[in-house]
């Protein structure tokens, strides 16, 4: 996989000048499953395959959970309170973190550090190939919500976020992938000192992908 994303899909990590590599939406699913079959395959998937999800599918998934639907306006795939767009997508494998880009549904690497281990104690989430790790982008929230107290951030970060999640497991079914959401074991403080979030950052819910086992 790694070969494979970085040649095609990256941005290289290094400190020198990214590698812009070629953009490939790949929105469009080769699945034939229904809103309605997606409807009825929605579960939480806790045992995954060991195998890395191929790029297509988990460029799909992720561009479910935050793409560009609208290319005229920068509509997403998922509404926003406030318009705030402060969720941002990461995903994390065996070989780094990547920050996956809306506008160009494309994955740009931040870290090489395979931090799935640390995400979450549950054991499964380690497991999984591929793990979505929610951001909320506190400063943009904030900024969007003009003069909103910190409980309403909070759950408006919250409540994006899980829109997000929810889309991935709809297009989880549809990609023949198993997801589950983790609130309560994920490991907030340790992700943010892993990825070196800036201050008032939120993470609101990580989320493992994978071919369920
Ligand atoms: C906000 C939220 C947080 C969750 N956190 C966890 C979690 O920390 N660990 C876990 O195994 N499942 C977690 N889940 C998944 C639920 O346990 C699961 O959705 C529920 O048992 C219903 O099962 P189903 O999704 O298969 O229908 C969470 C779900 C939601 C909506």
Redesign the pocket.
């Known amino acids: 996989m790694k070969k494979d994303l970085n040649r095609r899909h990256f941005l290289a990590a290094s400190a020198a000048a990214p590698v812009a590599v070629a953009a490939v939406p790949a929105i469009a699913s080769a699945s034939e499953t229904t809103l309605q079959q997606a409807f009825e395959g929605?579960?939480?998937t806790?045992r995954f395959g060991p195998a890395p999800v191929p790029d297509d599918q988990i460029l799909r998934v992720l561009w479910a959970a935050n793409g560009v639907n609208r290319p005229d306006s920068g509509g997403r795939t998922v509404p926003s309170w406030r318009t705030a767009y402060d969720t941002q997508v990461y995903l994390a494998t065996a070989e780094g973190v990547f920050l996956h880009v809306p506008e160009s549904n494309t994955l740009e690497q931040v870290t090489q550090d395979d931090i799935r281990a640390i995400a979450?104690d549950?054991a499964f989430v380690a497991r999984a190939p591929a793990l979505i790790v929610y951001v909320s982008d506190g400063a943009r929230l904030r900024e969007a919500a003009e003069g909103a107290d910190d409980q309403a951030l909070v759950i408006g970060a919250h409540v994006n976020a899980?829109l997000s999640?929810q889309n991935v497991y709809l297009a989880c079914v549809a990609e023949g992938l198993g997801t589950?959401?983790?609130?309560?074991?994920?490991n907030r403080e340790a992700i943010a000192q892993a990825l070196s979030l800036p201050e008032g950052s939120i993470v609101p819910?990580i989320q493992p992908v994978g071919t369920p086992r």
């Open positions: 929605r579960q939480s806790r979450s549950s899980a999640a589950c959401l983790i609130g309560g074991a994920a819910y």
